[in-house]
C-alpha cells in the first residue's frame, strides 16, 4: 500500500488532517489502532475555540454543529460561594462552541466516509521505518496479518501512548513535563445542566466543573486524588461532593440522574520538542498534554493540524517547502502558551495537597485580580477563547 501522508491515530488530530489534506487534493491513509466504536465511546473535550470550529467548517464537517452546538458568551469562575461571571464575548468578540469531543469525531468519520476516505481501525502501527531517507515504511497489524504502507511523510497523530514520538531517537528529543497529585473523576448524565455558562469551581475541598454537551445533556468533574478508585465512588457521592463544591445557589438547583459514564482522569502537562523529525511530524496529545482546566488539549490538536496541512499543501501543491521546515517552530510557540494558560488556571483553581497557608492566600489573590481587574478578566477571556494561530 503507498500514500503521499501516512497518518498514525484516527482520533480527531489524524481524521481532521486527512479531511483537510483531501480537500486540498493530497492523498492520505489513516490508521487506527482501535475499533470505530471504541473511540466514539471515549468520552472526553466539550468546548471548541472559535480556531477548531473555522477549521472543521473549512473541513466540511461543521454543519451538524452548527445546528446542535450551544455558542457560550460568558464563563463563570467561583470560590465557595462567590461568582464570577465573565463575558468573554464582550471582551474578546468571540465565544466558545459547546460541543463534544465524540461528536467532533462522529462528524469527521462522516465527511471521511462521504469523500471515500481510506481510515483503517484495528491496525495497530507497530514499527515506523526511514524517517531520515527517502520514503517511510510503516508497519501494522491489520486483521491478524502484518500489512506495510509506504509514504512520502508520516503524521503522527497517536496520541500521549502512540509509537510516533518515540520513533523520534532520545537524542533529538527533549521532554518536559509536570504531573499533578490529583485527576479529575467525571460524570456524563441525561439532566439538564446545572446553570447556563459553565462554572469553573475553587474550594477548599478541592476543584469542580460544571459542564454540559446540549440542554439535556450534563457533565460534572470533581478533582480527585490519583490514589482514588472508581469502584470507591458511587454515584451518589460524586453527587454529594459536587454540591458541597459549588455555589449554594447553583447547587440547590441541581438535577441530578443516573451516570451515563464516569472515569477518572490524571492531570499532567508535558511537550516533546520538536514536533518534527526527518519525514515525522507529530501532531495533538502525540506532542503535548495539557491539563484539562480551560478546555485547550483538543484545540491544541486542531492548531497543529491547522499549521500541518497549510504546510503539505505547499508542499504539494506550490513546491515551496517553508512550512515543513518551520512547523515545529510555528506550532510549538502556541503550545507553549496554551500549556501556560491550562497550568496558571490549574494552579489557581485546585487544591494542591502540599498547599500552605502562603500559597493558598495566592491562589485567593488570583481570584480577587479577576474579580477586580477588566484586565485580569480580558487576559483570561482572550486565552480561553483561543489565540490567534
Ligand atoms: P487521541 O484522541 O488520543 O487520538 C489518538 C489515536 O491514536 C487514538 O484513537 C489511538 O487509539 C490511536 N493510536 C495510538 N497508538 C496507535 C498505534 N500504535 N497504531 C494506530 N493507532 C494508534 N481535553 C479537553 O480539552 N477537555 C477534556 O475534558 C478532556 N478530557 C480528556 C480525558 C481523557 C481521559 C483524555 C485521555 C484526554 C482528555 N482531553 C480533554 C484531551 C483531548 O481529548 C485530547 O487533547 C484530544 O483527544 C487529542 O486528540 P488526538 O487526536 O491528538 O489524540
Ligand atoms: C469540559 C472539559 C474541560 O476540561 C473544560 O475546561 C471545559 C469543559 C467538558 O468536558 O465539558
Not at 29 to 39: A, C, G, I
Not at 123 to 133: C, H, M, P, W
Not at 174 to 182: L, T
Amino acid at each position: 500500500m503507498k500514500t503521499q501522508v501516512a497518518i498514525i491515530g484516527g482520533g480527531p488530530a489524524g481524521l481532521l488532517l486527512s479531511q483537510l489534506l483531501d480537500l486540498h487534493g493530497i492523498d492520505s491513509v489513516v490508521l487506527e489502532r482501535r475499533s470505530r466504536d471504541y473511540v466514539l465511546g471515549r468520552i472526553r473535550a466539550g468546548v471548541l475555540e472559535q480556531g477548531t470550529v473555522d477549521l472543521l467548517r473549512a473541513a466540511e464537517a461543521g454543519s451538524r454543529m452548527d445546528r446542535e452546538g450551544q455558542i457560550h458568551d460568558g464563563v463563570e469562575i467561583s470560590w465557595h460561594d462567590e461568582r464570577l461571571h465573565v463575558p468573554i464575548k464582550d471582551l474578546t468578540g468571540r465565544g466558545v462552541m459547546v460541543y463534544g469531543q465524540t461528536e467532533v469525531t462522529h462528524d469527521l468519520y462522516d465527511a471521511r466516509d462521504a469523500r471515500g476516505g481510506a481510515v483503517l481501525h484495528e491496525a495497530e502501527v507497530t514499527a515506523i521505518e526511514g524517517l531520515e531517507d527517502d520514503r517511510v515504511t510503516i508497519r501494522f497489524t491489520h486483521e491478524g496479518e502484518e500489512n506495510v504502507l509506504e509514504a512520502d511523510f508520516v503524521a503522527g497523530c497517536d496520541g500521549f501512548h502512540g509509537p510516533s514520538r518515540k520513533a523520534i531517537p532520545e537524542s533529538h528529543r527533549r521532554e518536559f513535563e509536570r504531573a499533578y497529585p490529583f485527576g479529575w473523576l467525571g460524570l456524563l448524565s441525561k439532566t439538564p445542566p446545572a446553570a447556563p455558562e459553565l462554572i469553573y469551581a475553587a474550594h477548599d475541598r478541592g476543584f469542580a466543573l460544571c459542564s454540559m454537551r446540549s440542554d439535556t445533556l450534563s457533565r460534572y468533574y470533581v478533582q480527585v486524588a490519583l490514589t482514588e478508585k472508581l469502584e470507591d465512588w458511587p454515584e451518589e457521592r460524586f453527587w454529594d461532593e459536587l454540591r458541597t463544591r459549588i455555589p449554594a445557589d447553583v447547587a440547590e438547583g441541581l438535577v441530578t440522574g443516573p451516570a451515563i459514564e464516569m472515569s477518572i482522569a490524571p492531570l499532567r502537562s508535558f511537550v516533546s520538542e520538536p514536533m518534527r523529525y526527518g519525514r515525522l511530524f507529530l501532531a495533538g496529545d502525540s506532542a503535548h498534554i495539557v491539563p484539562p482546566t480551560g478546555a485547550k488539549g483538543l484545540n491544541l490538536a486542531a492548531s497543529d493540524v491547522y499549521y500541518l496541512h497549510r504546510a503539505f499543501d505547499q508542499f504539494y501543491n506550490h513546491r515551496n517547502s517553508t512550512g515543513i521546515d518551520t512547523y515545529s517552530d510555528q506550532a510549538l510557540s502556541r503550545v507553549w502558551k496554551c500549556e501556560r494558560f491550562s497550568w496558571w488556571m490549574t494552579s489557581m483553581l485546585h487544591d494542591f495537597p502540599q498547599t500552605g497557608a502562603f500559597e493558598r492566600r495566592m491562589q485567593r489573590a488570583e481570584f480577587e485580580y479577576l474579580q477586580l481587574s477588566e484586565t485580569a478578566r480580558k487576559s483570561f477571556a482572550e486565552n480561553y477563547v483561543g489565540l490567534p494561530y
